[in-house]
């Protein structure tokens, strides 16, 4: 009888070993980022910078463009929950608002040009909330309603559709109630329930007959834009006063007078790679300070156990 073989390697499948050469071919030499979700922000950050330059060698819809591409979403997720935090208070699931979220990144990676020497996470940003933000006003309900009646609503206007085009008319209200198998009450609250999905504008008139000219005019207050701005800017204000001088020169060449990191290296005597690293981290520690709750007492020191930083030479 012949003697099993030991420490037999098991044979990779075809699928497996296309996997393989699609990963090869699309990193190029770059490292293989095994868990890319656990990787720090530094880290991502640098990765992200080669991986984005690689994306742009590659030809798009290929699978090794698909590869690079979500692997550079799976580095960057933590910016979606980041900015998903902003709406923790909503009614709607967090997992719903960090897909959407994700959505708002994949359009950010699709159109980020790495050659602008603009962080990505800055660039980034403000596609994913502005996303979060079109989902809430495409699916919040004017009127809160319980969720009963907001999966009624849902079922009645398929079962809308589905008859007009079976019966050539809109369907009654019996025939509603059969087909969705429900009473002809349920039937009614459901579309009474529908009223509060939108709500209609005040200047709207109150009977579709009645001209434009008849409607009664209010003056109401408009959301004011700016709001949004100067709260976050209140929030920074102690954060940034903890920075050194050095620090708060390099925002203020970025963000004010809008230098690329090349510019304020030249300015300040740094290479542009200096100035890279340290605005990463001028910028994670302010991300850092938003998220984290104000101290009882008011100071604006550093929190309890956090270790003091040495001013820059």
């Not at 923790?88 to 602008?116: H, W, Y």
Request: hydrophobic letters at 40%.
């Amino acid at each position: 009888m012949s003697t099993p073989r030991r420490n037999a390697v098991p044979a990779r499948s075809p699928a497996a070993t296309d996997a393989q050469k699609v990963r090869r071919t699309a990193l190029d030499g770059l490292p293989e980022i095994s868990r890319p979700r656990e990787v720090g922000t530094d880290d991502a950050q640098t990765l992200s910078l080669a991986l984005f330059r690689r994306l742009a060698e590659l030809e798009e819809g290929g699978a090794e463009h698909a590869y690079v591409r979500n692997t550079l979403v799976e580095l960057n997720l933590s910016l979606v929950k980041f900015a998903a935090r902003r709406f923790k208070s909503r009614t709607e699931p967090m997992e719903d608002i960090v897909q959407v979220g994700t959505i708002g990144l994949i359009k950010a990676i699709n159109r980020f040009d790495v050659e602008r020497e603009v962080e990505f996470a800055s660039f980034a940003l403000p596609t994913i909330v502005g996303e979060m933000k079109r989902f809430f006003r495409d699916t919040s309900w004017a009127v809160q309603v319980p969720r009963r009646l907001q999966e009624l609503r849902i079922s009645l206007a398929k079962a809308l559709d589905v008859l007009e085009q079976e019966l050539g008319r809109r369907p009654t209200t019996a025939e509603l109630a059969a087909y969705l198998h429900v009473s002809e009450e349920e039937v009614a609250e459901g579309e009474q329930a529908a009223n509060g999905y939108a709500a209609r504008s005040l200047d709207s008139p109150l009977d579709e007959d009645e001209p434009a000219t008849n409607t009664v005019v209010r003056r109401l207050g408009m959301e004011e834009r700016a709001f949004d701005l100067v709260e976050s800017l209140e929030s920074l204000k102690p954060l940034i006063a903890r920075l050194d001088e050095r620090e708060r020169t390099i925002l203020r060449l970025r963000f004010g007078e809008e230098l690329t990191q090349s510019e304020i290296g030249a300015r300040l005597g740094l290479s542009q790679m200096h100035i890279s690293r340290l605005l990463a981290g001028i910028l994670e520690r302010l991300r850092t300070g938003l998220l984290e709750d104000p101290p009882d007492d008011g100071a604006t020191g550093p929190p309890d156990g956090a270790p003091a930083r040495a001013k820059a030479a």
